[in-house]
Each structure stands twice: as C-alpha cells, then as structure tokens.
C-alpha cells in the first residue's frame, strides 16, 4: 500500500504561482513513477505531468513551460511548481503513484483544490 498526501492547493490570481506537495509512505518501490493528474468539474481526470524515480518527465502541452514537476526521492516527495496560471488551470490536482515500469496510477492522493480567479 502506498498513501499519498497533497497540500499546497488554494485560490490565485491569473498569472499568479503556486506549489503544489505531495508525500508518499508505505511500500515504495524502485523504480516508480509519481504524477500530478487535474480534474476539472464535468471533464475527465487529465494528466499534467509525471516523473520518474530516475528523473525522466512528461508533460501535458497545455502546461509545458509553465509547469515543472520535481521530485526528492530520500523524502518521498515530488512537487508541481506552477506558473503563469490561467483561470482554464482550475481544477481538483491528485498526485499519483505507480511502481515498476508501468505510467499508470495505481494509487491516488485525496486531491488538492486549484482555483484560479480574479
């Protein structure tokens, strides 16, 4: 079992930042990959960016070159630096979890509210 725990959500302004966190415990492997997925309300759940345990990223084109996923593997956490937001960036974010070689989430955090608004 892995949780996963994220923080850092809130309300800002357009063009604003913010940073989000998340901590892993429980049975992490190696190697893994950790991501940030958004929902928005009445749309799907979307990839925005993912890494691995050994630095390889992935990101959505609606948020390449604002957004920058980095993780620190000795405390189990990864983040999502957002910048430059936009009101269409609002949405619930979960971080995610898989092991081994697979991109897909096996596990999820209980998500983060990301309100971007003037």
């Known amino acids: 079992q892995v949780q996963l725990v994220e923080s850092g959500g809130g309300l800002v302004q357009p063009g604003g930042s913010l940073r989000l966190s998340c901590a892993a415990s429980?049975?992490?492997?190696?190697?893994?990959?950790m991501g940030w997925y958004r929902q928005a309300p009445g749309k799907e759940r979307e990839l925005v960016a993912r890494?691995?345990?050994?630095?390889?990223?992935r990101y959505a084109d609606s948020v390449k070159g604002r957004f920058t996923i980095s993780r620190d593997n000795a405390k189990k956490m990864v983040y999502l630096q957002m910048n430059s937001l936009k009101p269409e960036d609002t949405a619930v974010y979960y971080c995610?979890?898989?092991?081994?070689?697979?991109?897909?989430?096996?596990?999820w955090g209980q998500g983060t509210q990301v309100t971007v608004s003037s």
């Open positions: 429980g049975s992490i492997g190696s190697p893994n990959t």
């Open positions: 890494i691995t345990s050994y630095g390889s990223t």
């Open positions: 995610s979890y898989s092991g081994g070689y697979s991109s897909s989430p096996e596990y």
